[in-house]
T-cell receptor
């Protein structure tokens, strides 16, 4: 079956530090990969996505590259801000999509950025 | 404003008392889905709907029912809630049920079953 593994948190960083949140996946075929972010008290929102090998998704200074050879999709940001404090979820959607756009999520990583 | 709304946002109930959590989207999306979020487990899909009158089970459907009579609404029904259904629930929608489509999430419903 499909699965997503991401590093456990919490991750605590000082403002302007470099961020990496690791994500690896197991899936048949060629899944689409996503990072969703959940700010306190809110629902999830899409941060970035990549749909094929070597694609790089980017948004708001965050980046992640679809690495098929290592089945990874690590999230990075060069300089975090306090406003980036949130829970980050790595997810995949299988293709061919016979499962109704079912997203498989990792367990989530809480990021705390201190001033 | 394009959004997914859920009601109620918070609910405390007792074992066995039927409840319904409503979900509505105003984006004319075909696909809708329900997830539950539990610590350390991420989000797990309960049920999804590819379109009106088309629903199917996700990973953890036991104890839940859904219906999709209208395109915009996708209520989640707990006929006889139990304490292990205490969780944070999210409704989501996307334009189509395709792997590349972004899912838009509601604000969540925190349910406690005593």
């Amino acid at each position: 079956g499909n699965s997503v593994t991401q590093m456990e948190g919490p991750v605590t960083l000082s403002e302007e530090a470099f961020l990496t949140i690791n994500c690896t996946y197991t899936a048949t075929g060629y899944p689409s990969l996503f990072w969703y972010v959940q700010y306190p008290g809110e629902g999830l929102q899409l941060l970035l996505k990549a749909t094929k090998a070597d694609d790089k998704g980017s948004n708001k200074g965050f980046e992640a590259t679809y690495r098929k050879e290592t089945t990874s999709f690590h999230l990075e940001k060069g300089s975090v801000q306090v406003s980036d404090s949130a829970v980050y979820f790595c997810a995949l959607s299988p293709r061919p999509n016979n499962a109704g756009n079912m997203l498989t999520f990792g367990g989530g990583t809480r990021l705390m950025v201190k001033p | 404003e394009a959004q997914v709304t859920q009601n109620p946002r918070y609910l405390i109930t007792v074992t066995g008392k039927k409840l319904t959590v409503t979900c509505s989207q105003n984006m004319n999306h075909e696909y809708m889905s329900w997830y539950r979020q539990d610590p350390g487990l991420g989000l797990r899909q309960i049920y999804y709907s590819m379109n009106v009158e088309v629903t199917d089970k996700g990973d953890v459907p036991e104890g839940y029912k859904v219906s999709r009579k209208e395109k915009r609404n996708f209520p989640l029904i707990l006929e006889s809630p139990s304490p292990n259904q205490t969780s944070l629930y999210f409704c989501a929608s996307s334009l189509r049920g395709l792997a590349d489509n972004e899912q838009f999430f509601g604000p969540g419903t925190r349910l406690t079953v005593l």
